[in-house]
């Protein structure tokens, strides 16, 4: 199939007024051609050229959820392999080919590509038609692990995900790379989730909220003093696309290292990734290094990702890797087999009720590799605004549509951004196009870990900076699926 080349007006034309024309155009080459060529040229002399594409298929596919069949999507190359690895270096040269029956359009959260590659439909580009193709081709200059998802409506619920790791020094011969996906499942179709959540039915009880005092840092008096968690009841949690009743089984070596990949794609839920007899050593957050930190727990938020390191004990034994929902007793996991043993059954209800998640680990991570030092250019404050009734949710009270002007910033500037969440729910904010670090939280400043999703709690203040160096138009969203759709999304815009 040939690619055909969608007519691109230079960034200043295109971003703004011109964006819908742009997006019919994509649309018609689309329809007749087949695929768009979604991507900025080449640089030349690049040997992008003669690296070998990867081929994407979005299909739809059956699992099994609770001894019961569900259609839900999937994101695999043609040997049925989930996702991409990769090697920093590699030119990320890949072509999506929509094999569903509705338009779709994949981002690859965490990486900075030029931004009409960055797949949010509306903002980057056209989505994908039915039957059509969009080919990616830009560099890999940094490792991590990262994920992939449908940014179309919702279907990133109806597990449109999946990995994305780009291996450098830290994926190392002796070691055992396991990736750990996490994901909420419901048999309730994701539209129907949303209409329920805006008309108020299924809203948390009483049983759901957890009445805390906020820790007031450096908000004004009169926040929030009953924090809502999970506001959609999930039927299922699933760990590399499965529950804990028939969990993933990952052979290991006694006494050999593990890296373990931890990847929340999950909608809407907050997780405590809990090691229990492992012992494991944090190495980076986001894909961006960090001062080593070991533990047997560590929180991950919606979006985010861990890297762990975990020694595996010489003894015999199946250790569980678990992840709690926040707030409650129900988890999900696979399985480390170290040796011949018995798998045991892990009972899908922990013993006890897990805590919210805070920002207790946040403040002790230290980026390996921060930012050079420096004054900002631009403060923007951005209060998380919104509220349970009517499930609004927005940004400085603003509901985004595609009337709002984007935030303005100028290329080569330090930008920092201080969110302060007004709100009853915390909400996992990520930039797109960027990697930020964390500078504040409440009114301490230091040097924390670099990320590209942090989570700001209820009452909490969290500053981030970023260095604009990939103009465009990028977006800047909460993380919840049905908080971004409900309009708690911005964009920045330089050229
Ligand atoms: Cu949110």
């Not at 699992?63 to 270096?89: H, L």
């Not at 809502?228 to 052979?251: G, H, I, Q, S």
């Not at 080593?292 to 199946?318: G, W």
């Not at 465009?472 to 911005?490: I, N, P, V």
């Amino acid at each position: 199939m040939q690619a055909a080349m969608l007519t691109t007006p230079p960034l200043d034309r295109e971003i703004g007024m011109t964006s819908r024309r742009a997006l019919m155009i994509g649309a018609l080459a689309a329809g007749f051609a087949g695929a768009v060529r979604a991507q900025a040229p080449p640089a030349r002399g690049s040997d992008a050229r003669s690296a070998p594409q990867t081929i994407l298929e979005l299909v739809r596919r059956s699992i099994e959820v609770n001894g019961k069949p569900a259609s839900v999507f999937g994101i695999r190359q043609p040997d049925g392999t989930f996702g991409i690895s990769t090697e920093v270096g590699e030119p990320f040269r890949v072509r999506v080919a929509n094999r569903i029956d509705e338009p779709s359009l994949i981002h690859w959260h965490g990486l900075t590509p030029p931004w009409q590659q960055d797949g949010v439909p509306g903002i980057s580009g056209p989505p994908i038609p039915a039957g059509g193709a969009a080919d990616y081709d830009f560099p890999l200059g940094f490792g991590g692990t990262f994920w992939m998802h449908s940014h179309q409506g919702l279907q990133e619920q109806s597990l449109m995900v999946a990995p994305l790791i780009v291996r450098d020094e830290r994926h190392r011969k002796d070691q055992q790379e396991v990736v750990l996906l996490l994901d909420d499942f419901s048999f309730t179709a994701p539209e129907e989730i949303f209409e329920r959540l805006r008309n108020g039915i299924g809203m948390p009880s009483m049983a759901g909220r957890v009445a805390t005092m906020p820790r007031i840092t450096g908000v004004p008096q009169g926040g929030p003093a009953v924090r809502d968690l999970n506001d959609v009841k999930y039927d299922a949690f699933l760990a590399n696309y499965r529950t804990l009743a028939d969990p993933e089984t990952v052979k290991v070596e006694p006494g050999g290292k593990v890296l373990l990949r931890v990847i929340n794609s999950s909608s809407m839920s907050n997780y405590h990734l809990d090691l229990g007899q492992l012992k494991g050593e944090l190495i980076a957050v986001d894909g961006s290094r960090i001062a080593p930190l070991v533990a047997r727990r560590f929180p991950i938020a919606v979006a985010q990702r861990l890297d762990i390191r975990v020694a595996v004990p010489r003894a015999t034994a199946a250790y569980p890797v678990l992840a709690v929902l926040e707030g409650e007793r129900r988890r999900t996991g696979i399985i480390l087999a170290a040796g011949r043993t018995n798998i045991p059954r892990v009972p899908e209800l922990a013993a006890q009720l897990s805590p919210a998640l805070a920002l207790g680990l946040e403040r002790h991570l230290r980026a390996v590799e921060p930012l050079r030092p420096r004054k900002a250019d631009r403060v923007y404050t951005l209060n998380l605004t919104g509220e349970m009734a009517g499930y609004v949710w927005s940004i400085n009270n603003i509901v985004w549509s595609k009337d709002v002007p984007p935030l303005p910033v100028a290329h080569g500037e330090r930008v920092e951004l201080i969110m302060i969440n007004r709100t009853g729910m915390s909400h996992p904010m990520h930039l797109h196009g960027h990697r930020f670090q964390v500078v504040q939280i409440g009114g301490r400043r230091f040097p924390g870990a670099v990320r590209d999703t942090v989570l700001v709690p209820p009452a909490e203040r969290v500053a981030v900076a970023f260095d604009a160096d990939n103009p465009g138009l990028w977006a800047f969203h909460c993380h919840l699926l049905y908080h971004l759709e409900a309009g708690m999304f911005q964009t920045f815009r330089y050229v």
